[in-house]
């Protein structure tokens, strides 16, 4: 059994190289993201507890109680005050989430092979941590900003204002055991993910099931969980 992390800026095609690593590695993957949403559905304590803190916000609780996520993340990425009264609310329910999923899907399924997509993943240490080896996608800043704005139909202003609110590419990098460079065709992407992932699986180790233990004893407790995550996390 392996874990290994998938992380990236906004707009530098970590859905891509998911995809591929599911496809084309047949690997299980642990998608923070879709946890992410699943914990704010209407009516889900998350939810109820975003339209307490920031209902007041015109747009941000629809009529029937959704969450309009990107009415929220107008206003959390233009304040980082109220980005973190978003995390409070958040890391928990995605803390559990998360360890929930990643139990199952190496106790239970057994994959030889589990992926973490969890675009704050080095934020985030205590999930850093169980990885084996951690792959990076990125972009040369200009051409983050472009696809930012092409696929979000963002102003050049506020793409430049969600690429600054994460940790800069250069740093992930650095922390990175495997880097992709995500500006040239399809198949460069491909081949370089391929090279990176016989490398990883060559350098396989024996610690991730005893890391993935420590989870396992963190979520037998919510409170411990939530309070693990803000100490370990942010």
Not at 6 to 21: D, E, F, N, Q, V
Not at 25 to 43: F, Q, R
Not at 66 to 72: S, T
Request: net charge positive; hydrophobic share 40%.
């Amino acid at each position: 059994m392996q874990i290994i992390g998938l992380t990236g800026g906004i707009a530098c095609g970590k859905t891509t190289i998911s995809k591929m690593l599911r496809e084309d590695e047949g690997v299980y993957i642990v998608d923070a993201d879709t946890i992410s949403h699943k914990i704010m559905e209407k009516g889900s304590p998350a939810a109820k507890e975003v339209g307490r803190v920031f209902g007041h916000h015109e747009g941000v609780i629809g009529p029937e109680g959704e969450v309009n996520r990107e009415k929220l993340g107008e206003i959390v990425f233009a304040d980082k005050e109220q980005r973190k009264k978003l995390v409070n609310i958040t890391q928990g329910p995605i803390f559990t989430g998360m360890v929930k999923e990643i139990l199952w899907a190496v106790y239970v399924k057994r994959f030889p092979c589990v992926v973490l997509d969890i675009p704050l993943l080095f934020e985030t240490k205590i999930f850093a941590y169980i990885c084996e080896a951690v792959i990076v996608t990125t972009l040369p800043h200009d051409l983050q900003v472009q696809r930012l704005v092409d696929r979000n139909k963002y102003t050049t202003a506020h793409a430049e204002q969600r690429i600054a609110a994460a940790m800069p590419n250069a740093k992930k990098e650095k922390l990175a055991d495997y880097v992709i460079h995500n500006n040239g065709t399809l198949q460069d992407t491909r081949q370089q993910l391929t090279d990176a992932m016989i490398s990883a699986r060559s350098k396989k180790k024996l610690v991730s099931p005893i890391r993935v233990f420590t989870l396992a004893i963190l979520l037998s407790s919510g409170v411990l969980a939530s309070l693990a995550y803000r100490l370990l996390g942010f």
